[in-house]
């Protein structure tokens, strides 16, 4: 008689940073693999010691009780953060550096000079996001200023209405219209709060960028909030996987595995140009609502008061960049998002995106990202 494969017995300890939608990449995975997959809801250490399982997903925080009685545990882990990626096991993380030059590639193409970081803590996923932020946006001639809650009240997290000051008062100084990249989109809400109970306009004002893209926490905003679209589930299942290859005899070893995002879901907080130019204003409107159309220049032109030459003159002055070229670039963004995620084929892509052909895709994209298309897409799909 054969006999039946014995079912994994997996726990999943997030602790205070648990997060649905990895638990729910987790919980596919071990669906489809038979897995006994038990979620360790709270902190409290007790609720691993003397557990028997087979492997162990965690959070692995720092100075957290429950983290210290997971790594006593001395079972097959996988790690999902990098606070603590000394430890010799995968460490999963979204790729944090990209989101950041992701964030600055938004905010620029928008036209924004003044810049802020939002942030409540300073631990390594937000130095990265931040680093990448300030990176981009500096190789581009800007600054950026960080505005980290645990760095100016070190001893306490502050009231509501001392935060609130805070942030305002920083905005301020900083000079209005303002960009701001926050770590979370809860974060970014409570941005979006302090400027309202300031008066100060969203978007108008503050356009704000939050990262993850919470299905119940974007669209609710005061103002329905743009973010990074943070793929969580894709963390999940790849951490599980990752698991599973461990207890079937791989050697755990320390490495960092980062998953890419998915680009960015804009709504109202970042639906705005801040350029002093209604002319350039309307024309960047009609091109971000069209260019996945076949438009040309000459279309653009139409729309505009102005006749092509005066039109380019401020389309460089303010964006230096052609009218081509913003259409373009909006263009290519938009390929490389297709070809990231998804089997498209090139000539669909091309269509997708706005070019008349896969031909002039492969020459336009080319000449910007110094790769074909194809090899573009073989290379993000080896990461």
């Known amino acids: 008689m054969t006999q039946l494969k014995q079912q994994k017995r997996i ?60 790594i006593r545990q001395k079972k097959p882990t996988v790690d999902l953060s990098i606070i603590r990626q000394h430890l010799k ?3 999963l993380t979204g790729n944090n550096i990209d989101m950041g030059h992701e964030a600055a590639h938004h905010f620029m193409d928008r036209g924004f000079r003044n810049y802020l970081w939002y942030s409540e803590t300073n631990h390594a996923t937000a130095q990265l996001r931040l680093s990448g932020f300030m990176s981009k946006l500096q190789n581009n001639g800007f600054d950026c200023t960080p505005l980290i809650t645990e760095n100016a009240f070190p001893s306490h997290m502050p009231t509501w209405n001392t935060l609130k000051q805070w942030i305002l008062e920083a905005i301020q100084k900083q000079g209005l219209p303002c960009a701001v990249y926050a770590y979370n989109d809860t974060q970014a809400v409570n941005l979006i709060d302090a400027c309202i109970s300031g008066g100060v306009r969203v978007p108008d004002e503050v356009a704000v960028l939050g990262t993850d893209n919470h299905p119940l926490i974007c669209p609710s905003a005061a103002v329905p909030l743009s973010s990074i679209n943070h793929d969580l589930e894709e963390l999940g299942r790849r951490a599980a996987a990752e698991l599973a290859r461990i ?30 130019d209604s002319h350039v204003v309307a024309a960047l409107h009609f091109i971000y609502e069209n260019f996945k159309r076949s ?48 089997t498209l084929s090139i000539a669909d892509i091309a269509a997708f995106s706005g070019f008349n052909s896969p031909e002039y895709l492969h020459r336009i994209f080319h000449k910007q990202m110094g790769i074909t298309p194809r090899k573009y897409r073989i290379k993000e799909h080896m990461i």
């Not at 002055?317 to 070809?339: P, T, V």
């Open 247 to 276: 207890i079937d005899g791989a050697q755990q070893e320390k490495c960092i595995i980062e998953i890419p995002h998915k680009g960015i879901t804009v709504r109202q907080s970042t639906d705005v140009f801040a350029i002093n």
């Open 11 to 70: 726990l999943l300890a997030m602790g205070s940073w648990y997060i649905d939608r990895v638990h729910r990449g987790v919980a596919e995975y071990a669906g489809k693999n038979n897995w006994h997959l038990t979620n360790l809801f709270g902190s409290d250490p007790k609720l691993i010691q003397q557990r028997d399982c087979d492997g162990i997903i965690a959070v692995l925080a720092k100075d957290d009780s429950l983290s210290e009685a997971i």
């Open 89 to 91: 096991m995968p460490h």
């Open 295 to 342: 438009i040309n220049v000459q279309d653009i032109v139409n729309i505009s008061e102005l006749s092509r030459r005066p039109l380019e003159q401020r389309f460089r002055e303010h964006l230096n960049l052609s009218i081509l070229g913003k259409l373009n670039q909006l263009r290519i963004q938009q390929a490389c998002r297709l070809l990231r995620e998804s």
